[in-house]
């Protein structure tokens, strides 16, 4: 019986540190992200954010799961305020969860989300679809507006697997 071994040859790992890394600064009001990993091919987004205190996300549907573990502060959702989040968390949301992200004191955290937000304005009407590709767009626009460098994160089928 003869097997074949599959072996993934790679000059260096695919990896990042958001302290060297640094974040960019309001890639959406009030939020400040370190992207690690995009692919918005199989619609997968990996950032570490911080939030600053008072920061209110829109109302917003998840298509698929979200796993997220809070490492400073605090935050809840507006819908479930009893479950407020510490440092140390770790949340999982499945498709389908409809919710408000609120941070009354600031919150840092580190999200794994598998497929789309669809965002609600304040009146509950469709305001647009935060994805992968979405996410991409917005942290480098947001990088290029404040006159910060281009984030380094991994990108499926860029050389070597990152951005620059």
């Not at 009354?104 to 304005?121: L, Q, R, S, Y």
Request: glycine residues 10%.
């Amino acid at each position: 019986m003869t097997s074949t071994l599959t072996i993934h040859h790679q000059d260096r790992l695919l990896t990042i540190n958001r302290h060297k890394e640094g974040e960019v600064k309001n890639a959406l009001p009030g939020v400040h992200v370190t992207p690690c990993f995009l692919d918005p091919e199989n619609g997968l987004w990996v950032l570490y954010a911080r939030f600053d205190p008072g920061t209110m996300l829109p109302k917003h549907f998840h298509t698929g799961t979200v796993h997220f573990f809070t490492t400073a502060g605090s935050w809840a959702y507006v819908e479930y305020p009893e479950d407020v989040q510490t440092e140390g968390s770790y949340l999982y949301e499945p498709g389908g969860s409809i919710h408000t992200f609120k941070s009354d004191e600031g919150t840092e955290g580190f999200m794994v989300v598998n497929g789309a937000n669809v965002n609600f304005a304040e009146d509950g009407s469709f305001m647009n679809i935060m994805d992968a590709g979405w996410i991409e767009e917005a942290v480098l626009a947001a990088a290029k507006a404040a006159g910060q460098p281009t984030p380094r994160y991994i990108r499926p089928g860029a050389p070597a697997g990152f951005t620059a």
